[in-house]
C-alpha cells in the first residue's frame, strides 16, 4: 500500500496544476447537480417498506380527499358580514389553474329524498323558468359535467344519495328558502329583516346562501371547498400550493379573516421547518470548526485542511443527485456529524507535513491508519444499512460516499496545497509529548 501511494502522488506533484483544476471543474459539477436536485420532505421516507402501511399511505395520497383544501372566511365584527360574498368570489378568482382545479360550493343542508315532495311549494315562478330553460336548452350538457365534478369534489359523499333522486338540481333552492324562512341564524323570522346578531341583513344571508360557500348559522363566516391536482406529500407541489393560499389573506377585504386547513399547508410547514433546521446546524457546526482552526492551527495553510471535509460532503451529496435520488432534508442536516469525521483525515495528513514530513511523502506514511480509521467508520454506518427506512438508509449512503470522499481528498488532493516546512517543535511536542508532561497542559497551550 505504501508502495503505490509513493509511486501515484508524485506523478500528480508533476501535474498539479491540471490535477487542480479537474478537482475544481468536478467539484462545480456536483455544486450544480444539487442546486438542481430534488429536496424530498415526505412521511414515507421513514415508513418502513414492504409493509401494508405503507401501501395504505401511498394509496391515501392518490385519493381525491388529500388534496381537498378547506378555506373559512370569517368576518371580524357583526358589519363586515356583507363582505364575505366578495371575499369568497376573491378567492376563487386567486385559486386558479394549474395550482388548482376548482373551488366547489358548499354541498347545502343535506335533505332526505322524501323532500322532494316539497320542492313544488318550494319553487316561485322564477325557479321554474330558470329550470325548465336549463332542462331544454343547452345547458344540459353543462350540468351534466357539474354533477359530475361535484361527485368527485368533497361533497361527492353526500351527492351520490340524492344526484339519482334528483338529477336536475331540483333540491337546490331548498337552502335559499331555509335562509329566508330564518332558520339559518334568524331567530326573529323574514319579518325582522335583521340575524342574530341584529346588524345583518336577510339579503346579506341569502348572498352567502348563493355565493357558493356554507355559511355559518349567524351568517359571520363562510366554509369554501378547494381541490388540487398537485401531490399533497411532494415537498415543491406543496410548498407551491401553500404559497397561493397564503397569498389570500392580503388579498382578502378588510375585516375578512382567512384560515385555511389542508394536508398541503402541513407539507410546506414540515419542509420549511426541516430547511431552517438543517441551514441552523450546518451553519453552526461550520462556525465551530473555523473557531477550532482558529484558535489551535492559526495558519494559512490549514484553509485547505478546513475545506476538505466541505469539499467532501459537496461531492457526496452531488454524487447521491448524479444517481437521481431525491435527497431528504434530514440527509443534508446529517452532513454537520459527518463534518466532524471527514475533518479528521485532512488534519492527519495536515499535522503531519507540520511535523516535516515532506507533502508528497505524508499520503504513504499515513494511508495504512487512515484507511482503517475509514474501514471503522463505515462499518458503523454500515449498519444503517440493514434498517427498513429508506431515510435511514440514504443516511448511511450519504454517510459512506462523505467518508470515502473525505479519505480520497485527504490523501490525493490535499497534499498539492500543503508547502514543504521544518519541523514545528511545538506541535510535535503536543502530538508526542515527552514523559512528565502533561498532553492536556500542551493541547490547551494555543489558549
Same mark, same amino acid.
Given at each position: ?14 501535474? &498539479? ?44 395520497? =392518490? ?17 363586515? &358580514? ?30 332526505? !329524498? ?29 350540468? =351534466?359535467?357539474?354533477?359530475?365534478? &361535484?361527485?368527485?369534489? !368533497? ?53 352567502? /346562501? ?29 410548498? /407551491? ?7 389570500? +389573506? ?8 382567512? @384560515? ?9 410547514? @414540515?419542509? +420549511? ?163 512528565? +508532561? ?6 490547551? +497551550?494555543?489558549?
Amino acid at each position: 500500500m505504501n508502495a503505490f501511494f509513493a509511486l501515484v502522488v508524485p506523478k500528480l506533484f508533476a501535474h &498539479r496544476r491540471a490535477v487542480l483544476l479537474c478537482a475544481a471543474a468536478l467539484f462545480l459539477l456536483f455544486g450544480l447537480t444539487l442546486a438542481r436536485a430534488r429536496l424530498k420532505e415526505s412521511i414515507t421516507t421513514f415508513l418502513p417498506r414492504d409493509t401494508a402501511l405503507l401501501e395504505q399511505f401511498q394509496a391515501f395520497t =392518490l385519493t381525491p380527499a388529500a388534496r381537498f383544501i378547506f378555506i373559512e372566511l370569517s368576518a371580524a365584527r357583526p358589519e363586515d &358580514r356583507d363582505k364575505l360574498p366578495q371575499a369568497a368570489k376573491t378567492a376563487r378568482d386567486l385559486l386558479k389553474a394549474p395550482l388548482f382545479g376548482a373551488v366547489h360550493p358548499a354541498p347545502g343542508i343535506p335533505a332526505a !329524498p322524501a323532500l322532494l315532495d316539497l320542492v313544488p311549494s318550494l319553487f316561485r315562478a322564477g325557479n321554474l323558468e330558470r329550470f325548465t330553460a336549463s332542462a331544454t336548452g343547452g345547458d344540459l350538457p353543462k350540468h =351534466l359535467r357539474l354533477l359530475r365534478d &361535484r361527485l368527485l369534489g !368533497p361533497e361527492g359523499m353526500v351527492l351520490k344519495l340524492f344526484i339519482p333522486h334528483d338529477p336536475l338540481g331540483l333540491l337546490a333552492v331548498l337552502p335559499q328558502r331555509i335562509m329566508e324562512c330564518g332558520l339559518a341564524g334568524s331567530p326573529s323570522g323574514p319579518s325582522s329583516g335583521k340575524d342574530a346578531g341584529g346588524t345583518g341583513s336577510l339579503a346579506g344571508l341569502q348572498a352567502l /346562501a348563493l355565493s357558493g360557500g356554507l355559511p355559518s348559522p349567524g351568517g359571520d363566516a363562510l366554509l369554501l371547498f378547494a381541490e388540487s391536482p398537485r401531490h399533497a406529500m411532494d415537498s415543491a407541489d406543496a410548498l /407551491a400550493v401553500a404559497q397561493a393560499l397564503d397569498a389570500l +389573506r392580503p388579498a382578502m377585504p378588510r375585516g375578512v379573516a382567512v @384560515n385555511v386547513l389542508s394536508a398541503y399547508q402541513h407539507t410546506a410547514a @414540515n419542509v +420549511r421547518t426541516i430547511k431552517a433546521d438543517t441551514l441552523r446546524v450546518l451553519i453552526a457546526s461550520t462556525l465551530a470548526l473555523a473557531v477550532i482552526f482558529l484558535v489551535w492551527l492559526r495558519t494559512l495553510s490549514s484553509l485547505p485542511v478546513f475545506a476538505m471535509p466541505c469539499a467532501a460532503l459537496l461531492a457526496a451529496w452531488g454524487l447521491l443527485a448524479l444517481a437521481g435520488a431525491e435527497i431528504s432534508g434530514i440527509t443534508i442536516g446529517f452532513g454537520a456529524v459527518l463534518l466532524g469525521i471527514v475533518v479528521d483525515y485532512a488534519l492527519h495528513i495536515h499535522c503531519a507535513v507540520r511535523a516535516g514530513i515532506a507533502p508528497q511523502d505524508a499520503p504513504a506514511a499515513l494511508a495504512r491508519p487512515l484507511l482503517f480509521s475509514f474501514l471503522t467508520t463505515a462499518a458503523a454506518v454500515g449498519a444503517l444499512f440493514c434498517s427498513n427506512l429508506p431515510g435511514m438508509r440514504q443516511v448511511g449512503l450519504f454517510s459512506l460516499l462523505g467518508c470515502g470522499a473525505g479519505l480520497f481528498l485527504a490523501l490525493f488532493l490535499l497534499p498539492l496545497l500543503q508547502k514543504p516546512r521544518p519541523a514545528d517543535p511545538a506541535l510535535c511536542a503536543s502530538l508526542c509529548p515527552e514523559p512528565g +508532561r502533561a498532553p492536556l497542559r500542551l493541547a490547551l +497551550r494555543p489558549l
